[in-house]
């Protein structure tokens, strides 16, 4: 059921673990195409520190979805012509009749990717 809703092409940037290899440079992260349906608007949540932040917007996602705070999401802006990393400020699951979905809140832009 919740197939028909995710709709919106997205990616998840998994961070690397370890982040820095034997030379300390940075590992590359994982990218990894997903769907989902992403809703903009602005919402009160709490982030990982229990802090009350604003959520520019949200992402109905499957529940099998492996995403942490640390992780990202790629979204195309087509507006700006590129694709927008958001820092994930929390997660949490989807109630009514979502079953087995999560909703992920979204934090400000970390930068464009080409």
Known sequence: MINAYLTDDLW??????PPLDEYNVPNAPTVTAIKGFIQ???TLVRNVE???V???GNVLLKEDID???EDQLR???SAR???IDHAIITILPAKG???AGIYVFLGGSQGSVG
Do not use: C, R
């Not at 998840?12 to 673990?17: E, G, N, S």
């Open 12 to 17: 998840t940037v998994k961070a690397p673990d």
């Open 40 to 42: 903009w608007k602005n």
């Open 50 to 52: 229990g802090q009350e």
């Open 54 to 56: 604003t959520s520019m």
């Open 67 to 69: 995403l942490g705070h």
């Open 75 to 77: 979204i195309y802006d």
């Open 81 to 83: 012509g590129k694709n």
């Open 97 to 99: 009749f979502f079953t």
